[in-house]
């Protein structure tokens, strides 16, 4: 048997030491997930060695709705939000900011739940992602004149932007996406390709993509880029680099962020519900990959009744601002500017 006062030593001793391996752990996990020194966090890391980006724009976080939201914001001027479609970031805006910014303060957001925004809002309806974003945009930066431009499924969060809130929006940019809604509902609109139909299935493709996320990426951008086989072509070239391929498959590799993207299409019923119910007179550019002009003009030219301008891109599919950036450019500023 040990004596009284040797038993008290012991659990003296044992409690100092349970409290130094427990800091010694916290200081180990800090270490561990923090970046060394020298080292860009991973959202930082795609642009930390462009001098266009650190001479202009930065990086931001801020809580919209108890969702982090993370934007990418720089120059000066009259304010344009950049948002995008899947599967994507704000990343996916870059070859046209640096321009745009000579002349406007810009905003490029990571949609709720994606990119290097985290939490979990209350749905990935459209017309609830456009709240998130007027949230931050309105609410938290102060921007009540917004000139909104969104992309793929991003356009229609900027329609439900400017039909929501059209004291907010200055101006509207919709690339590239047949309006779900009166003129093509849920089961057409999942007709259209594979990929719509896919990743409407609840659990599915999270299970088939798994983790093959940059393999799934690498092989699906070039199914919709120019000549690719979505548009009837046999082209297996993608417009993206190694590098931005590596970019978006590092945010859509979070299981949340993955099945976020999958969402945006599994929320086609009620985004057609919603846009029955919505409709903007907020000027408008339209603009889509070459040939397709007039099939997304018919979608959205009942619920946008202001269009001021509508062109195709030559030699684009649907990924615009990657195939033809200079053109996009110019548009962009020719309609943001007048």
Same mark, same amino acid.
């Given at each position: 048997?040990?004596?009284?006062?040797?038993?008290?030593?012991?659990?003296?001793?044992?409690?100092?030491?349970?409290?130094?391996?427990?800091?010694?752990?916290?200081?180990?996990?800090?270490?561990?997930?923090?970046?060394?020194?020298?080292?860009? /966090?991973?959202?930082?890391?795609?642009?930390?060695?462009?001098?266009?980006?650190? =001479?202009?724009?930065?990086?931001?976080?801020?809580?919209?709705? $108890?969702?982090?939201?993370?934007?990418?914001?720089?120059?000066? @001027?009259?304010?344009?939000?950049?948002?995008? $479609?899947?599967? #994507?970031?704000?990343? &996916?805006?870059?070859?046209?900011?640096?321009?745009?910014?000579?002349?406007?303060?810009?905003?490029?957001?990571?949609?709720?739940?994606?990119?290097?925004?985290?939490?979990?809002?209350?749905?990935?309806? =459209?017309?609830?992602?456009?709240?998130?974003?007027?949230?931050?945009?309105? +609410?938290?930066? $102060?921007?009540?004149?917004?000139?909104?431009? &969104?992309?793929?499924?991003?356009?229609?969060?900027?329609?439900?932007?400017?039909?929501?809130?059209?004291?907010?929006?200055?101006?509207? &940019?919709?690339?590239?996406? !047949?309006?779900? +809604? /009166?003129?093509?509902?849920?089961? =057409?609109?999942?007709?259209?390709?594979?990929?719509?139909?896919?990743?409407?299935?609840?659990?599915? /493709?999270?299970?088939?993509?798994?983790?093959?996320?940059?393999?799934?990426?690498?092989?699906?951008?070039?199914?919709?880029?120019?000549? +690719?086989?979505?548009? &009837?072509?046999?082209?297996?070239?993608?417009?993206?680099?190694?590098?931005?391929?590596?970019?978006?498959?590092?945010?859509?590799?979070? !299981?949340?962020?993955?099945?976020? @993207?999958?969402?945006?299409?599994?929320?086609?019923? =009620?985004?057609?519900?919603?846009?029955?119910?919505?409709?903007?007179?907020?000027?408008?550019?339209?603009?889509?990959? #070459? $040939?397709?002009?007039?099939?997304?003009?018919?979608?959205?030219?009942?619920?946008?009744?202001?269009?001021?301008?509508?062109?195709?891109?030559?030699?684009?599919?649907?990924?615009?601002?990657?195939?033809?950036?200079?053109?996009?450019?110019?548009?962009?500023?020719?309609?943001?500017?007048?």
């Amino acid at each position: 048997m040990i004596p009284a006062p040797w038993r008290r030593s012991l659990r003296s001793a044992w409690t100092a030491a349970a409290a130094a391996l427990a800091l010694l752990l916290a200081i180990c996990a800090a270490a561990c997930s923090a970046p060394a020194a020298g080292e860009a /966090p991973p959202y930082a890391a795609a642009t930390r060695d462009d001098p266009r980006f650190t =001479k202009t724009f930065r990086h931001e976080f801020a809580d919209a709705g $108890g969702v982090r939201m993370h934007y990418v914001t720089g120059g000066s @001027g009259p304010p344009v939000v950049l948002l995008h $479609g899947w599967p #994507q970031t704000w990343f &996916g805006w870059w070859a046209v900011m640096p321009a745009l910014a000579e002349h406007h303060t810009v905003y490029a957001v990571d949609l709720p739940g994606l990119g290097d925004s985290t939490g979990s809002p209350t749905g990935y309806d =459209k017309a609830t992602l456009a709240r998130y974003v007027h949230t931050l945009i309105a +609410g938290r930066l $102060g921007v009540r004149d917004a000139r909104v431009i &969104g992309h793929d499924l991003g356009a229609a969060v900027a329609f439900q932007y400017a039909a929501q809130f059209p004291a907010d929006t200055a101006r509207l &940019g919709y690339l590239d996406l !047949p309006l779900p +809604g /009166p003129a093509i509902d849920g089961p =057409k609109y999942r007709s259209l390709s594979w990929h719509i139909a896919f990743h409407s299935q609840r659990r599915i /493709p999270e299970t088939v993509v798994g983790d093959d996320v940059r393999e799934y990426l690498a092989l699906f951008y070039p199914q919709v880029s120019f000549g +690719g086989t979505a548009f &009837g072509g046999t082209s297996d070239r993608s417009p993206f680099t190694e590098a931005e391929i590596d970019e978006y498959a590092r945010t859509y590799r979070r !299981p949340k962020a993955l099945s976020g @993207g999958f969402d945006l299409y599994r929320a086609l019923d =009620k985004d057609v519900r919603d846009t029955v119910a919505a409709a903007t007179r907020v000027p408008t550019l339209l603009m889509t990959a #070459q $040939g397709q002009l007039a099939p997304v003009r018919a979608t959205a030219a009942p619920r946008m009744t202001n269009i001021v301008r509508a062109v195709d891109v030559p030699n684009a599919g649907h990924w615009l601002v990657e195939e033809n950036p200079r053109f996009v450019t110019a548009e962009l500023l020719r309609f943001l500017d007048g």
